[in-house]
């Protein structure tokens, strides 16, 4: 519904964990961003989040660069390396975007 009113980027946030990114309708959709700054330790994935650059050229959304972080010492995040730890991150997220993009469909 979002992209249908407009809407050029989505980006979720709330789940407390990082999720997936699919196009819909030629719009990007982040799902979830995971918890930045989370003073509650419920578990790993809670400490994890991504930061979304997104890079535009005009009105169109060109690139977008995922910076994974962790939350340490309760509130305070660390932007990760992905070949230093982020790269977990990273792969979970791609993961759940193929099986989004493999999955059909609902009906309705």
């Known amino acids: 519904a979002l992209v249908a009113f407009g809407a050029d980027v989505i980006l979720g946030s709330h789940s407390h964990w990082a999720g997936p990114l699919e196009l819909v309708g030629g719009r990007l959709v982040v799902h979830s961003l995971g918890d930045l ?14 930061i979304a650059e997104l890079t535009f050229v005009g009105t169109r959304l ?10 340490l010492d309760r509130s305070q995040p660390n932007l990760l390396e992905p070949a230093g730890g982020g790269d977990a991150l990273l792969r979970a997220i791609r993961a759940g975007s193929e099986r989004l993009v493999h999955t059909p469909a609902p009906l309705p």
């Not at 060109?62 to 939350?71: C, G, K, W």
């Open 37 to 50: 700054v989370f003073d509650l330790r419920h578990d790993a994935r809670t400490q994890q989040a991504v």
């Open 62 to 71: 060109a690139q977008v660069d995922l910076h994974p972080t962790l939350t």
